[in-house]
């Protein structure tokens, strides 16, 4: 049922119309094996008894050996249709299962992505690393490709046994009964331990993400403190427990095979003493246990795949579960995206931002950051926002720029007209620059122009402007390759200052109306910050809102908020 509950509330209309066309084709080749299996009955009756082929008219003068030869022709352009039709099934049950695991890693990577949602999730970097490249391959490799492999068996399987009970009613249900018995048997000890087991590997998996984030992100700083082999051994620790988890996952897979084939002779043995019992002719016992080893072949495997396979979708439960939770999430976090679009209309010509009667706490925080707080940003106006570390002002600004909600207080957009409830700026006119910079392994133009640069559009006046403004010009000119200047993975060949001033010049760019900094000099000398103020100043048409510690910024604001 939880199967059916995830393809009905995650796939996608064209999704469910296509598992409808692959189930219509597992039918067919239920149809096809059934008929192949058929088709060796006939080759057997002509190996015992040639004379049952007489009252047939085409085989009526044929020989012996001339009826085996065209029935054995027969057999194989049956077998090969079917077996190219299966592989053709195959085919393409992998390429929509793996579309399915594009479609949702990529869902998952973008909803991650949201600023909005980061504020608000409590995921820490691994868990999410974890849940946009690890579930959704589970996913298909544990969960899709198996159920599709389970139905197909199915479906086989019981097209066999309906020739079978055709041809032998009391000899198929003795061996039936018996089969089923013991994969009963086999599925209550492993499926409850590989359930287990997958959890343990979910979580060990997550741990070792974390370590390798640990160790890769703080490299200078840990080797100076010796963490690096602290790290390694939790690595070391957490893979060993992941990998014997899997080594316990692969032995009860082997284990399910080894057992079949065990209690399958058991059952032909069987067979034939229930046969020798009943009083049946040994020959026509012959014909039958060649029949039922014929059948046994293609029973088999597919019994062990069907055990295999549920044993892996209980192994894999918790990947379809951690998705499933997830794309509710994105499902809840859409409705109230869309909500808040409806609400807030989007308008250029604004004149004012006000906060009315604010009331902010975050989820789990007994303690306000922001009580009946009140502000008003006009137009043109250079406010700072001042306050000690923890203050809240970098919330402030979150919740200015409709990313973070406060519990109650009205966020007012105002134009010459009228004001607009929410925040309406169009995001085309706003640039953000946070204390810490990301750089992209690129050249420096890349990493000004960003979409236009890889789409090819770049505007160089507005990058010439931009440069200067954020005081980077007589720097580009002192390098070899200029603006092409390669900055290495996180700018690691720059300062930085200079780091933070490519950020300056990244908002710019986009020549925005409200620029909001957020400790965005910090790591400039007081030359560089004054000149960057200056120019910010006589930037054209544009509104200054500035987190800052810096006494030396208030010289340029026209209105302070200290906070705390």
């Known amino acids: 049922m939880k199967y059916l509950n995830f393809f009905n509330e995650h796939f996608i209309k064209k999704e469910k119309f296509r598992t409808i066309i692959l189930l219509f084709l597992m039918l067919i080749g239920m149809v096809l094996e059934t008929f192949s299996i058929g088709a060796l009955v006939p080759l057997f009756s ?51 299962s793996y579309s399915i695991m594009a479609r949702i890693s ?22 999410t690393i974890r849940n946009i490249i690890r579930e959704p391959s589970f996913l298909v490799g544990g969960i899709l490709l198996p159920l599709f492999t389970i139905l197909t068996e199915v479906f086989i399987i019981f097209g066999i046994i309906v020739l079978l009970l055709i041809f032998s009613p009391s000899a198929t249900l003795y061996v039936l009964s018996f089969i089923v018995i013991t994969t009963i048997i086999l599925l209550r000890y492993t499926r409850p331990k590989l359930d287990g087991l997958g959890k343990e590997v979910q979580k060990y998996e997550s741990k070792r993400i974390k370590q390798v984030t640990y160790s890769l992100s703080g490299a200078k700083d840990f080797v100076l403190v010796n963490l690096k082999e602290v790290f390694f051994n939790f690595f070391n620790s957490y893979t060993k427990s992941a990998t ?77 579960q951690l998705i499933g939770i997830e794309l509710n999430k994105l499902k809840d976090f859409k409705k109230t995206t869309k ?88 995001k085309d006119e706003l640039a953000y620059v946070p204390q810490k910079t990301f750089l992209l392994d690129e050249s420096i133009l890349a990493n000004i122009a960003l979409q236009d640069y890889f789409e090819g559009n770049i505007d160089f006046n507005r990058i010439k402007k931009a440069t200067q403004v954020a005081c980077l010009d007589n720097f580009i000119g002192s390098l070899e390759n200029g603006i092409n200047h390669e900055v290495g993975e996180g700018g690691i060949a720059l300062s930085g ?57 208030l010289k340029y604001s026209s209105k302070v908020i200290k906070i705390g």
């Open 46 to 96: 002509a190996f015992s008894d040639p004379n049952n082929f007489k009252d047939y008219s085409f085989f009526s003068q044929l020989s012996q050996r001339e009826i085996i030869i065209y029935l054995t022709l027969g057999i194989f352009i049956v077998f090969s249709s079917k077996t190219i039709f299966m592989l053709v099934l195959s085919r393409m049950q992998a390429n929509f």
């Open 106 to 127: 990529s869902t998952l990577f973008r909803f991650y992505s949201l600023p909005e949602y980061n504020l608000s999730s409590e995921k820490d970097t691994s868990e």
């Open 244 to 320: 014997s988890n899997l080594a316990k996952q692969a032995f009860y897979k082997q284990i399910t095979r080894t057992l079949l084939e065990f209690f399958s002779i058991i059952a032909i043995c069987g067979l034939i003493l229930f046969l020798l019992t009943t009083g049946t002719n040994p020959s026509k016992i012959l014909s039958l246990i060649g029949i039922y080893l014929v059948a046994l072949f293609r029973i088999l495997p597919a019994a062990n795949k069907i055990i295999i396979n549920l044993n892996t979708l209980s192994f894999n439960n918790a990947s379809l």
């Open 339 to 426: 909500r808040i679009k409806q609400e807030n209309k989007i308008i250029k010509n604004w004149n004012k931002i006000s906060l009315e009667k604010i009331n902010f706490s975050y989820p789990n925080e007994k303690d306000y950051i922001f009580k009946e707080f009140n502000l008003k940003i006009n137009r043109n106006d250079f406010c700072m926002i001042s306050g000690p570390s923890g203050s809240g002002k970098s919330t402030l600004v979150d919740i200015i720029l409709g990313i973070l909600k406060p519990s109650s207080g009205k966020l007012i957009t105002s134009n010459n007209e009228k004001d607009f409830h929410g925040f309406c700026i169009d």
């Open 497 to 553: 200052g200079q780091i933070q001033r490519i950020g300056i010049a990244r908002a710019l760019y986009r020549n925005p109306k409200l620029l909001i900094l957020d400790e965005s000099t910090s790591a400039l000398d007081r030359n560089n910050e004054d000149n960057i103020m200056k120019n910010l100043l006589n930037f054209e048409d544009i509104t200054l809102i500035c987190i800052s510690h810096s006494e030396n910024i």
